[in-house]
């Protein structure tokens, strides 16, 4: 369940990280018993460069092209699955134009991935943190290795690690709500696994229910495999679930494999 929801104005500066908190409710610490997202909005990152840098840093990369991955880990080709190099510690996972990076340490995980509005950062901690020390220590990461820009407004929810029904899906937004559990777990990739979800890199496969009358909207066409007059079967990044949802012409978005609405 979401605990909180607050927003932390950070101003890197010279590498050096000022967290003005706003609000006595404000937490401190981040607790093991949850895991943090926060936005990071909208950024320009030069995949290629980033592809390099996080290489030289000692990152894992897997690269799709369409429905095929490549993976080179420790700078040389490997034929790993991806399933393997997704357990490394560092990884950076490129495809369909956007990237996925997952660090491990000895205290906490931290991913950042595409959000339905530019990218968000999931941070799992294994032990009570500082939150100011553990963001400045993960955002002048990010910075140094390109992602991060010299202002950056964080606006954070808190989700019980513990808690296995997950949240509902929100009010108005006719999405299923295993499909809305994925968009906010923890790991997409063991989500998508515990629940039988197909997924191809950063991409799933969902079936959305069309209004009568109507098409797939343009913006989401590329990734239609199939569509009827009523169904459209769709491979589509998991940051367009909500707007695929939210679309004028769609009146409920499902996993592939239901044979009709719950």
């Known amino acids: 369940m979401i605990r909180q ?22 937490p401190t610490s981040f607790a093991n018993t949850h895991y943090y997202v926060f936005s990071l909005g909208n950024m320009t990152v030069d995949l290629p460069t980033l592809v390099q840098t996080a290489q030289a840093a000692g990152n894992s990369i897997i690269q799709f092209d369409g429905d095929i991955a490549s993976v080179t880990r420790s700078g040389e080709s490997a034929a790993d699955d991806v399933s393997t190099a997704l357990a490394d510690d560092a990884v950076l996972l490129i495809d369909s134009g956007r990237y996925y990076l997952r660090q491990i340490t000895d205290t906490y995980t931290f991913t950042v991935r595409p959000a339905d509005v530019g990218y968000e950062l999931v941070i799992s901690p294994t032990q009570e943190l500082s939150i100011n020390e553990t963001l400045a220590s993960i955002l002048v990461g990010l910075q140094q290795i390109g992602i991060l820009g010299n202002e950056v407004n964080l606006e954070f929810a808190a989700y019980a690690k513990a808690d296995l029904k997950g949240p509902a899906s929100p009010i108005g937004i006719p999405i299923d709500s295993t499909l809305y559990g994925l968009v906010v777990a923890e790991d997409w990739f063991a989500f998508a696994i515990t629940k039988g979800i197909t997924q191809v890199g950063l991409r799933i496969e969902i079936v959305a229910e069309k209004i009568p009358g109507t098409v797939v909207a343009d913006e989401f066409s590329e990734y239609v495999i199939e569509e009827s007059a009523s169904l459209a079967q769709l491979l589509l990044p998991i940051d367009q679930l909500l707007a695929l949802a939210q679309s004028t012409s769609i009146g409920y978005v499902r996993l592939a494999h239901q044979p009709s609405v719950p």
């Open 5 to 26: 929801r607050k927003t932390i104005l950070l101003a890197l500066l010279a590498l050096v990280l000022v967290i003005p908190v706003h609000g006595a409710d404000v």
